[in-house]
């Protein structure tokens, strides 16, 4: 049996941001059939560093798995190569190291994102983050249970996402 892959979803900016982010990755979960980490280590909502996202949702399991960041592998097979070694480091703190006059730019996550618009990435852990939800990237591989989702527009997708993935503490 061959080892699971995942996609590592990292927290930044607001809960609104975040959550784009984590519906993105939900979605990205499900076409690629990879397994779903969420990480909100950082400081914007936890004084401590610990991974809030557990504190504010519930996790649901819709074709893909959500798991609390301490399932997070140790790999080198990671994409972006940024990531390597830092899988631990919040997307907060790898901006301000690596592109801090990125910090506004809606589309930073993009450089510390894999490209969601592919399902084929060889790597085991995918990572990403984003300001904004990346639906259109993926809407070309709505196949299957998912292809009567090419026909809505992205907030009906959004909302069947959170629907889907996500139910408040």
């Known amino acids: 049996m061959a080892a699971p892959n995942y996609v590592l979803v990292k927290g930044n900016a607001g809960l609104g941001n975040r959550i784009f982010s984590v519906l993105t990755g939900a979605l990205y979960a499900r076409l690629s059939g990879r397994r779903l980490l969420v990480d909100w280590?950082?400081?914007?909502?936890?004084?401590?560093?610990?991974?809030?996202?557990?504190?504010?949702?519930?996790?649901?399991?819709?074709?893909?798995?959500?798991?609390?960041?301490?399932?997070?592998?140790?790999?080198?097979?990671?994409?972006?190569?940024?990531?390597?070694?830092?899988?631990?480091?919040?997307?907060?703190?790898?901006l301000m190291e690596h592109a801090p006059e990125a910090i506004h730019d809606p589309l930073a996550g993009a450089i510390f994102s894999f490209d969601p618009s592919r399902l084929d990435h060889d790597e085991e852990l995918l990572v990403m983050?984003?300001?904004?939800?990346?639906?259109?990237?993926?809407?070309?591989?709505?196949?299957?249970?998912?292809?009567?989702?090419?026909?809505?527009?992205?907030?009906?997708?959004?909302?069947?996402?959170?629907h889907d993935t996500l139910e408040l503490h």
Do not use: C
Request: no cysteine; charged share 25%; glycine share 4%.
């Open 41 to 94: 280590t950082d400081r914007m909502y936890s004084s401590d560093m610990s991974n809030v996202f557990q504190q504010f949702f519930v996790a649901r399991s819709a074709g893909e798995s959500v798991y609390d960041d301490d399932e997070i592998p140790d790999t080198e097979s990671v994409n972006p190569w940024m990531w390597r070694g830092h899988l631990r480091t919040s997307a907060h703190k790898m």
């Open 129 to 162: 983050w984003s300001y904004n939800p990346l639906i259109k990237q993926m809407r070309r591989h709505f196949r299957g249970a998912l292809t009567a989702w090419r026909r809505l527009d992205e907030l009906a997708i959004l909302r069947r996402l959170m």
